[in-house]
C-alpha cells in the first residue's frame, strides 16, 4: 500500500490510496506501529483516497486506535468516501472511529 505521510504541529497525517484490505492493512498497521514506538502518537488516518475497506481493514485502524491510546495517544480518521462510512455504520464502528470531514478538522482537536 503506498501513502504519503505529512508532520503537522503536533501530529502525523498519513494518507492510503487504493483498498485498505487483507493486502494493503498490514503496512499500514506497521507504519503507526513505528510512529506510536517513535513517541508520535497523535496520528490521523485520512482515507480520502482510500476506495473501500474490508475486515482486516477495520482490524488494523481499530488494533491502532488501540496502540494510540495505549501510548498516551490518539488515532482519528477523516475523509472517509461513502463506502467506508457505509461500512463503519453497519458495524457501529463509527461510534469508536468517528469520521472528521478533513485531516485538518480531525488535527485542530489536538
Same mark, same amino acid.
Given at each position: 500500500?503506498?501513502?504519503?505521510?505529512?508532520?503537522?504541529?503536533?501530529?502525523?497525517? $498519513?494518507?492510503?490510496?487504493?483498498? %485498505?484490505?487483507?493486502?494493503?492493512?498490514?503496512? $499500514?498497521r506497521?507504519? +503507526? /506501529?513505528?510512529l +506510536? @514506538?517513535?513517541?508520535?502518537t497523535? *496520528?490521523?488516518?485520512?482515507? =480520502?483516497a !482510500?476506495?473501500?475497506?474490508?475486515?482486516?481493514?477495520? /482490524?488494523? $485502524? +481499530?488494533?491502532?486506535?488501540?496502540?494510540?491510546?495505549?501510548?498516551?495517544?490518539? %488515532?482519528? +480518521?477523516a475523509?472517509? /468516501?461513502?463506502? !467506508?462510512? @457505509?461500512?463503519?455504520?453497519?458495524?457501529?464502528?463509527?461510534? *469508536?472511529?468517528?469520521?472528521?470531514?478533513? @485531516?485538518?478538522?480531525? =488535527?485542530?482537536?489536538?
Amino acid at each position: 500500500m503506498e501513502f504519503q505521510e505529512l508532520d503537522r504541529d503536533g501530529h502525523v497525517v $498519513l494518507a492510503p490510496h487504493g483498498r %485498505l484490505n487483507l493486502v494493503s492493512a498490514p503496512p $499500514l498497521r506497521a507504519r +503507526i /506501529g513505528d510512529l +506510536i @514506538a517513535d513517541g508520535r502518537t497523535r *496520528i490521523v488516518v485520512d482515507l =480520502g483516497a !482510500v476506495e473501500s475497506v474490508d475486515s482486516s481493514g477495520l /482490524g488494523a $485502524l +481499530i488494533g491502532c486506535l488501540k496502540a494510540a491510546r495505549e501510548h498516551g495517544g490518539d %488515532l482519528r +480518521i477523516a475523509a472517509a /468516501g461513502e463506502q !467506508v462510512r @457505509a461500512v463503519l455504520r453497519l458495524t457501529n464502528l463509527d461510534r *469508536i472511529l468517528a469520521p472528521y470531514d478533513s @485531516a485538518e478538522e480531525a =488535527g485542530r482537536e489536538w
